[in-house]
Each structure stands twice: as structure tokens, then as C-alpha cells.
């Protein structure tokens, strides 16, 4: 009898440890069917077009006091190949980090979204994917600095409803091949800001900003700002990204808007038109490109939508930007996809 109790009462003490803790699996697999326009035509089955494909896990305890450990590991699956998007060199390329949360807010150690990239990579407000401006400009937020190793970041408390910060910094530390210069240890390292603001009536407003050191002499400076007022029928979003190296003569600008519009229950339409000035930051290459993209998407169920995505870039003569198929100079790029993204 009182091994039985004894055994009572170590599984009722083990359901306890599990009830306070939890690790999930989650995921996006999203294919299309697209045909892009560069210097040649080309159509194939590409991946990741609407949401970045990928499969997660993520966990998260109750340590007692108003204190949880939480952690998150994501990869980036090509569905196109089955290939992992990281390569050879890294499995969980598009996360991997460990932190505690509590009343003080949240610390975070590793692999994650930049400052920059938190606003760029949330569909929800502007979007980084291949068919999206900040992406085809090749801006910070969207490309050089999407995400970042070695990074600690300190996720503020609420302290008023909707608003939501961070500050974060990466050392770098091991990515800087430069042994023996001056503060070679620092190569590569950056630090950076984010603060989101979004109320009930509407209004929503955001900004980030990085400052990464690149090489010994060159430190790169990025600043994305977007405000958006959503009417109900249809909701606005202006935007502006201003990225600067030094040693260019020129920053690079990204003036953009965006209207997403609900049509009935199920549908979303979304078009967007961006300016870029200056892509190269050279002194002789002032010319601009223009971006228009429409998307479509219908939601087959909570999870699963159907979507089509069409992308113009029209370039000045010295400007050759592209959707996923190189073009040359002053010459109009395009794309189009259908496609279908699931979440799980």
C-alpha cells in the first residue's frame, strides 16, 4: 500500500512538471507556380513566395514567480527542392535563441530578427519576401540585415497598451575574419532599436534602426519608419527606409504605400507601389526604379489560402533590379505566381 502511494504520488508530482511546461511543433509550407521576367523568361515551382516556408519548435516553462524560460528553433524548408534553406553552414537558419520573461519583460540569447527585420518580416505591416519591394531593393531590414547571430535582446514591459519595444546588440563574436586589425573582434556587431505602437481606433505606427559595424573603416546605418490608419473597409500604410554606409556618396531611400482591402469574408486584396532611390549609394548612379505589386489571397480555412502575386519593377537606365531572375540595366523585371500556403 505504501509503494503504491509512493507511486501515486511521483506520477502525480511528474504531471505537475509537465502542466507547467510545453514544447509545439509549428510550421508553413507555401508553393506556387510562377513565371518571372528578366533578361530571359523563366517558369518553375518555387518556394516561399507568399510566407516563408518552415518548420519550428517552441517551448516555454514556468519557472514560479511570475518567471517562464522560453526558447525557439526555426528552419527555413525550400519546398521547390526539399532543400534547408541555411545551407551546409546552418540548420536553424531563421531562429535559434533561448530566454526568460517575467514582469521585467523578456531577454532573449541568439540567433533573431534584427530590430530592422522584425518590421520588414511581418507580413501583418510591410513583408520581405521575394515579391515584395523591400526585398527586391535589397534594403537592410529585407536583406543584409534580416536576421542576426550572436544577438541579445530585451524585450521592454508593457507599460502602456499597444505599445511594444526592444533594444538589442550582437557581438558577433566569431564571425569576423579580420585577426590582428584594430577592434577586429568587433567586426560585424551592431546594435539596434524597435518600437511598435497599434490602438483600437486604428492607428498604428512603427520605427527601427540599426547601426552594424562592417568592416574596420565602414559602419552601415538603417532606419525603417511606417505609420497606418485602418479605415475598416480598407487599411493605409505609408513607409520609408533610409539605409547609409560610409564611403557612399549616396543613401539609399525606399518611399512606399501600401492599401490592403477586404473583399467579403475570405478574400484579401493588397497593392503596394514603392520608389527606390539611389540602390547602389554611388554618386553616379542617381536613377530610381519603381515597384507596383498586387496580391491576392483567399482563405480556404483558418490555415490553408490560395494566392496569386504579381510584381512590376520598372528601372532607370543605370538600375537593375529584379524578381528572382537577373535583368539588366534600365530594362522592365516582372513576376507572377499562384500558388497555396498552409500553416500548421
Do not use: C
Amino acid at each position: 500500500m505504501k509503494k503504491t502511494l509512493l507511486a501515486l504520488a511521483a506520477i502525480a508530482a511528474s504531471s505537475a512538471a509537465f502542466a507547467q511546461s510545453s514544447v509545439s511543433l509549428y510550421g508553413v509550407v507555401d508553393a506556387s507556380l510562377e513565371s518571372v521576367k528578366g533578361s530571359d523568361t523563366v517558369t518553375r515551382v518555387s518556394s516561399d513566395n507568399l510566407a516563408s516556408s518552415r518548420l519550428g519548435f517552441k517551448g516555454t516553462e514556468d519557472l514560479g514567480g511570475g518567471l517562464k524560460a522560453n526558447f525557439v528553433l526555426e528552419t527555413n524548408v525550400k519546398m521547390d527542392t526539399g532543400a534547408n534553406g541555411g545551407g551546409a553552414t546552418r540548420f536553424f537558419d531563421r531562429a535559434a535563441w533561448v530566454g526568460v520573461s517575467g514582469g521585467f519583460g523578456e531577454l532573449r540569447l541568439g540567433r533573431q530578427d534584427t530590430s530592422l527585420g522584425l518590421l520588414a518580416g511581418n507580413s501583418s505591416i510591410l513583408g520581405a519576401q521575394g515579391y515584395d519591394d523591400l526585398k527586391i531593393a535589397k534594403t537592410f531590414s529585407g536583406d543584409t540585415y534580416r536576421r542576426t547571430d550572436n544577438a541579445i535582446a530585451y524585450m521592454l514591459p508593457k507599460l502602456v497598451d499597444g505599445l511594444s519595444a526592444q533594444v538589442q546588440y550582437s557581438t558577433a563574436a566569431g564571425t569576423s575574419t579580420a585577426v590582428g586589425t584594430e577592434d577586429a573582434d568587433k567586426l560585424g556587431s551592431h546594435y539596434g532599436l524597435n518600437v511598435q505602437y497599434a490602438v483600437t481606433n486604428g492607428f498604428s505606427a512603427g520605427l527601427g534602426y540599426i547601426h552594424a559595424k562592417r568592416t574596420n573603416t565602414v559602419d552601415d546605418t538603417g532606419l525603417l519608419a511606417y505609420v497606418g490608419y485602418d479605415f475598416g473597409m480598407a487599411k493605409l500604410t505609408g513607409y520609408v527606409e533610409q539605409d547609409k554606409r560610409d564611403g557612399m556618396a549616396e543613401k539609399r531611400q525606399v518611399l512606399g504605400a501600401r492599401l490592403d482591402v477586404p473583399v467579403g469574408k475570405d478574400f484579401k486584396l493588397q497593392a503596394s507601389v514603392a520608389q527606390v532611390k539611389d540602390q547602389e549609394m554611388t554618386a553616379n548612379n542617381k536613377d530610381k526604379a519603381t515597384i507596383l505589386a498586387l496580391k491576392g489571397i483567399y482563405s480556404l480555412s483558418k490555415r490553408t489560402a490560395l494566392y496569386a502575386l504579381f510584381t512590376n519593377v520598372k528601372n532607370d537606365d543605370q538600375v537593375g533590379l529584379n524578381v528572382g531572375q537577373a535583368v539588366a540595366d534600365g530594362k522592365t523585371a516582372r513576376g507572377l505566381a499562384i500558388g497555396l500556403s498552409h500553416k500548421f
